[in-house]
């Protein structure tokens, strides 16, 4: 069994005979993982699910890679980074930079948490400024509905579709091309006619994504954390 989950994506239940418990575990293409004994009902896993969304967010933010920060790096489509030299180790953003103090002479650095609480509020500044209009621009386009736009980081998942209809968007969107994002859009907005990842629904990511494959493809050079 599959179902879509507004913050998780696509999650995979499967259960099997011979299991003692509910295990989550996330899979190498991001996608979370549950197994459960053959007796466990899916209202049961579901709401077991639930009740560990803290911990589980805690476990994929463990699964992030480790990355570095250059002065003058790019972030999103609007900030750029500064390194500011003195004694401390913060970050921060003004206006349009994200200002990192480093000590000495450094072009490079690994990413703290105070770095990584700066990217986060750059890109959802990003991301509230573009995802919205460039969403609704592409329903428009082929006539989707949906309900409401959220948006995430601490996921593994680029974008999720509720069953009601809502939109979840990870902000590391901001680092895709453009046409990986509308590639993501389009996906979405595909779920709220096909709630799965059969025929019908690649058949319709087609219809306005012709190249999806190869996008598809691109995307899983990046990561959708931050």
Known sequence: MTFIDEEFGEVVVRKSATARSVKFSLSPDGRLR?????????????????????ELQKSLMVHRPKKTLRDGQKVGKSYTVVFRRGEGEGARVVGRQIVVDVRGGEDEVEVSQAMRDALVKALR???????????????????????????SH????????????????????????????????IHELAHTRFMNHGAEFWQEVEKYDPNYRRHRKALKMFSPFV
Do not use: H
């Open 125 to 151: 500044n990003d991301a509230k400024e573009y995802l919205p209009k460039r969403l609704k621009v592409v329903a428009e386009v082929g006539g989707f509905e949906y309900e409401t736009v959220r948006f």
């Open 154 to 185: 601490a996921s593994s998942r680029w974008g999720s579709c509720s069953s009601g209809g809502t939109v979840s968007l990870n902000i590391s969107l901001m680092k895709l091309p453009d046409q990986l994002i509308d590639y993501v859009l």
């Open 34 to 54: 549950i197994s459960a004994p053959a007796f466990v009902s899916d209202r049961r896993i579901k709401k077991l699910m639930e009740n560990s969304r803290e």
